[in-house]
Nanobody, 114 residues
């Protein structure tokens, strides 16, 4: 199983970024998928999740600003991030669990300058 995250970068506050997570080695369409982030000095945080059926959830801190989506044909997970804030600065990871075993992507760094 491989999860390859990309799309991070440096952006000014108020800007947007779109993260992608390309999956291989799994039947992507049947897996629930998640985005986590870890900010310096903070615990890892679940940002958003999407079920195989398309039901989405968001952390309160990103509701109304971030949108999670998936393209099963491309086996890719997305996170559209708008109205970015300096507190969104973190390494973002995609994650899935298969038969109670967790798989993490390598992370992509998002830096939001004020």
């Amino acid at each position: 199983v491989q999860l390859q995250a990309s799309g991070g970068g440096l952006v000014q506050a108020g800007g947007s970024l779109r993260l992608s997570c390309a999956a291989s080695g799994i039947i992507f369409s049947i897996n629930d998928m998640n985005w986590y982030r870890r900010s310096p000095g903070k615990e890892r945080e679940l940002v958003s999740s999407i079920t195989a059926g398309g039901t989405t959830k968001y952390a309160d801190s990103v509701k109304g600003r971030f949108t999670i989506s998936r393209d099963n044909a491309r086996r890719t997970l997305y996170l559209q991030m708008n109205s970015l804030r300096p507190e969104d600065t973190a390494v973002y990871y995609c994650y899935t669990s298969i038969r109670e075993r967790g798989y993490w992507g390598q992370g992509t760094l998002v830096t939001v300058s004020s």
